[in-house]
Every structure is written in C-alpha cells, then in structure tokens.
C-alpha cells in the first residue's frame, strides 16, 4: 500500500491517496478541495483512481469530490447514505459552521452543486483495491453515516473524523453524539490490534496501542477530572 496525503483546506484536512503497490488501483479518501497536486500525482504515478471514498459528509472531506470526478469521471463517489444529506447540502454547510455568506468566498468554501453519490457503503462491506481489502465499519457520533476503512493485512485504519492523536472527534455539529461515538470508537476501532496505524482526517499519524494507553478520552482521565492536568 502506497498513501500519500495532501493536508488541504483552511481546516488542515488530510486528503489521502492509497494505492495497490502491485495493480496502480488507487482511491481517494476525502479530497477536501480541488487540488491539482492531487491530480498530477495520480497521473504521474499512472494511478488509476477507482473511487473516491468518503468518510463522512462534512465540508472539508468532500468539497473537492466535484473538481477530482471531473479529471477522473470513471471514478466511483461513495459515501454511506446516513450522511447523505450533509453530502448534498454541501453548498449551505459553511451557514452551520457559523460561516457567513461573505466569507465563504475568500475562504475557498463556495461549492457548485454536488454530483450524484454512485453507490453507498454498507456497514460491514469488504472493499477491493487491487491486492488490498478494506473492512468498512459504520461509526457513527461525529456524524451520522461516518464510516472508517481498515485493511486488515497490513494493519492500517483510516478514521476520517472519529479519532486523533490524543483527541477525539467533535460531536457538536448536526447528527453528533458523543456517547455514541465513544460507543464507535471502542467497537470498531479498539477493537482492533495496537499496532494498527491510525491514520485520521486531521493532524499526525498515531496507533491504537498509543490511543488506548494515553488518550484522555478513551482511558478512563478525562472522565476522572485527570484528562485536564496531562
Ligand atoms: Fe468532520
């Protein structure tokens, strides 16, 4: 597996390109914006972009679904359909970030109309990639229809927005619920080995081993009044 990330958008977005080392299939999990150095990375590489797979629906992981499809127009759009009406709604997204109309421009998060979803993921659905096999499991709590994708062989596990480094993700935007998304994360995501490498929408790279043992919000501090104090 070849991943290349392109941090994109005002929010510092991790745009990834994962490719099959053996076959040149490659997809891309949530392009924030449109990117040219995405495109001349695909073609340089002689990539062939299969799909574009989305995590969940909010601004900053689809805004640049349109502008990709349109150099790449046999790739496939998928999203799971919880999430559905965030993804068609994209142009009115920033209103409920607390984004004025007359910031949206100088900000780059002025959207056409999005295009139509090709497909939906299922919860439980394995994905091929070339030689990969991605396991995707719905975790819902950041939004309603987020679901995280986990190639088990090479124990690698692109969370989107449900897990940082030391963080979890937001639960005060429309469809959150941080009970369940703690539910998520403990099932879907611990449940996997520690060294799987975690790869999240924003910010470093981490492990599950490494979340396990020091995340504040998933050990047991941040709960006891301790999680304010390391
Ligand atoms: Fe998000």
Redesign the pocket.
């Known amino acids: 597996m070849i991943i290349k990330r392109f941090a994109l958008t005002p929010f510092q977005q991790n745009t990834r390109v994962v490719s099959c080392v053996a076959t040149r299939a490659a997809i891309c999990i949530d392009p924030g914006e449109a990117s040219s150095e995405i495109v001349e990375y695909i073609n340089a590489n002689e990539l062939r972009l299969q799909a574009i797979a989305l995590t969940?629906g909010?601004l900053?992981?689809v805004g640049g679904t349109r502008p990709l499809r349109g150099s790449f127009p046999d790739a496939e759009i998928i999203l799971h359909r919880d999430d559905e009406d965030l993804y068609y709604g994209l142009p009115q997204q920033p209103l409920f970030m607390g984004i004025q109309p007359h910031q949206m421009e100088s900000m780059g998060l002025k959207y056409d109309e999005p295009l139509l979803l090709t497909r939906n993921w299922e919860h439980g659905e394995t994905y091929a990639l070339g030689d990969l096999r991605f396991e995707v499991r719905h975790c819902p709590g950041?939004?309603r229809g987020?679901v995280i994708f986990a190639e088990l062989s090479q124990k690698k596990v692109f969370v989107?927005?449900c897990l940082f480094e030391g963080s979890i993700?937001?639960t005060d935007?429309p469809g959150g619920s941080s009970e369940q998304l703690l539910r998520s994360i403990t099932d879907q995501i611990l449940s996997l080995d520690d060294d799987f490498v975690v790869y999240s929408?924003h910010g470093r790279e981490t492990t599950v081993g490494r979340e396990r043992l020091a995340n504040p919000f998933l050990n047991g501090a941040y709960e006891s009044g301790i999680g304010r104090f390391i």
Do not use: A, F, Q
């Open positions: 969940h909010h900053d992981h950041h939004t987020h989107g927005d993700g937001r935007l929408g």
